[in-house]
């Protein structure tokens, strides 16, 4: 019994023997200089998008699913909305914002937009454009604007916009 406890014990009593080497490092003193300072470029490679391959996933016991985007994930303006526009949204513009409230999208400044858009965000919405849907967002968007608009899409900022299509200029 005591050996068994010795043998135990040993490997305690031995890490308590070690002692750890010491590193002292130098206080470097920072120093600025009128020069503006070069960023290093810290990324090594360049991942382009590409839509992942199908991959089954185990869901249960018998079942699995294919682990992959949607195409709404990938294009969110093609994601089916099905909403009532609330009542204190009462002009186009406030309605587009609200569709765009949960989209990552939002409108662009007006004064970046088509030269009749102002006037038209500003009008009154239409009581028949309340109840939208079941519609994909960007068609929702375009039957706010009607037909003499074009809209535009920046997916970098994800801001949209709207500008007059020519025949109506």
């Known amino acids: 019994m005591r050996t068994k406890l010795l043998i135990a014990a040993l490997p305690v009593i031995m890490t308590g023997c070690i002692t750890l080497p010491t590193f002292e490092q130098e206080a470097k003193p920072i120093t600025t200089t009128g020069s503006p300072e070069v960023i290093p470029d810290i990324f090594i490679e360049r ?93 929702a968007l375009m039957m706010l604007v009607g037909k003499a608009y074009w809209m535009k899409v920046d997916p970098v900022h994800r801001l949209i916009a709207f500008d007059t299509v020519d025949e109506f200029k």
């Open 47 to 139: 991942y382009d998008y590409e839509p992942p391959k199908e991959t089954q996933v185990r869901v249960g016991r018998y079942s699995s699913a294919a682990a992959v985007n949607t195409r709404q994930q990938e294009n969110l303006l093609e994601v089916v909305v099905d909403t009532e526009i609330p009542s204190q949204e009462q002009t186009v513009g406030q309605a587009i914002d609200f569709l765009l409230l949960r989209s990552g999208y939002t409108l662009a400044a007006p004064d970046i937009q088509g030269k009749h858009v102002k006037q038209l965000l500003n009008k009154t919405l239409p009581e028949i454009h309340r109840k939208i849907g079941p519609v994909m967002l960007k068609d």
